[in-house]
């Protein structure tokens, strides 16, 4: 359910290809991270990930 309730925002986010490069690259970079058992860099990654996120949801919203 959650899936589809939140599908129209993933088609505006993942619209951009440059913001899709830069996600895939950063759940790449965290679950590199979560192999190689590194807590504090996984910690790291996923912090600056949300940020990142969180910044490029509030310029969309800031356009409407």
Do not use: C, K
Request: charged share 25%; aromatic share 10%; no cysteine.
């Amino acid at each position: 359910v959650f899936y589809l309730m939140t599908q129209q925002g993933r088609t505006v986010y993942f619209g951009n290809p440059t913001r899709q490069e830069q996600s895939l690259r950063e759940h790449r970079e965290i679950l590199a991270a979560l192999v190689d058992r590194d807590e504090e860099r996984a910690v790291r990654l996923l912090e600056a990930h949300m940020s990142s996120a969180d910044s490029y949801w509030q310029s969309l919203v800031a356009r409407v």
